[in-house]
């Protein structure tokens, strides 16, 4: 499959284009690039879990506008291009900068993965160094539980455990603090 790359191509640091994993989302193989590279990892991931939201949001009752998806991707795009960054330590000299808005993906996909939650929002507000040199950020989440079996407190506990997971192993910043509101209640459907 040949990948044509235009100028609004947003490319990750490995220097492969958001536009080409996109279209390699289905390839289970891949090429050794795909394999290995962990910037393509990561917005394979993020694409995924966006394509399973864009697909919750059609198999909605109300059906979604017919541009849904050509609307979602330029957000995500624009996004990704225009958002402040957080400085990341490495073991390596120097450090790396990765975007607010990515670091947000993961930890909505981090809250996603909690059964009987559903994240709504998240926003990434501040990059600070704690008392012992860490990085450390500061999130507001909003999310959306399941009713019934397990208690709202239980859930939020079990996404602030998934966050500060996911700071530390996926993003290489710790979590300094995290405001979860819980915005909806939603029913199951059978």
Do not use: K
Not at 33 to 53: G, I, Q, W
Not at 69 to 80: E, H, L, N
Not at 155 to 183: F, M, P, Q, Y
């Amino acid at each position: 499959m040949a990948v044509t790359r235009t100028d609004n191509d947003y490319l990750l640091p490995c220097e492969r284009g958001l536009e080409e994993v996109w279209e390699r989302l289905d390839d289970v193989d891949g090429d050794d690039h795909d394999v290995s590279c962990p910037h393509c990892a990561a917005a394979r991931e993020s694409l995924l879990t966006l394509r399973n939201a864009t697909r919750e949001l059609i198999e909605e009752p109300d059906p979604p506008p017919p541009d849904l998806f050509g609307r979602i991707m330029s957000a995500v795009r624009a996004d990704v291009r225009r958002s402040r960054t957080v400085t990341v330590d490495t073991p390596l000299p120097g450090a790396i900068q990765v975007s607010e808005q990515a670091v947000a993906t993961v930890l909505r996909f981090a809250a996603d993965t909690v059964d009987g939650v559903r994240a709504r929002g998240c926003r990434v507000h501040s990059s600070e160094t704690d008392d012992d040199g860490e990085q450390t950020i500061a999130v507001e989440m909003t999310i959306a539980v399941r009713n019934g079996e397990q208690t709202i407190e239980t859930l939020v506990s079990a996404v602030r455990e998934r966050a500060r997971a996911a700071t530390n192993a996926r993003i290489g910043v710790r979590l300094g603090r995290l405001d979860i509101t819980v915005v909806d209640l939603y029913e199951e459907q059978r």
